[in-house]
């Protein structure tokens, strides 16, 4: 699973509502979300705070920084792009698309992204949470 898998968990989780991820994110809720170890979770922790993408104190709640921030943003809408892409005018299922956007919004530039959802808002397509 790829960093960039993590925090965009984190900014999903902490867009679910105003009281979600004010004060942290707990590792464990990370790893049930995204079906994987705590131990994982600890290690991408770890390696995402030496880049300055989160903090946390000793085994305390995960908060983003700015930049980690932007950067799970970032693929959230890369994934929400291809997600309505895939069941809207491809017909995927709704499931099957989530999966299948998870794997391809990590290849995607931040020009070519922000062209397709010009072509698809052009098309009346709207980005769903």
Not at 83 to 88: K, P, V
Not at 118 to 127: F, P
Request: net charge negative; hydrophobic share 40%.
């Amino acid at each position: 699973m790829a960093n960039e898998d993590y925090l965009e968990c984190i900014v999903r989780i902490e867009a679910e509502g105003p009281d979600q991820g004010t004060d942290g994110i707990r590792s464990v809720e990370i790893a049930q979300r995204l079906d994987v170890s705590k131990a994982s979770v600890n290690k991408a922790i770890a390696s995402l705070k030496s880049q300055g993408m989160v903090e946390q104190a000793h085994y305390g709640k995960v908060r983003l920084t700015e930049e980690g921030r932007s950067i799970g943003a970032a693929v959230w809408r890369r994934h929400r792009m291809l997600r309505a892409f895939l069941t809207d005018e491809l017909g995927v299922e709704f499931d099957r698309a989530d999966e299948e956007a998870c794997k391809m919004e990590h290849a995607l530039s931040e020009d070519t992204m922000d062209r397709w959802i010009a072509h698809m808002e052009r098309d009346g397509i709207k980005l769903v949470d």
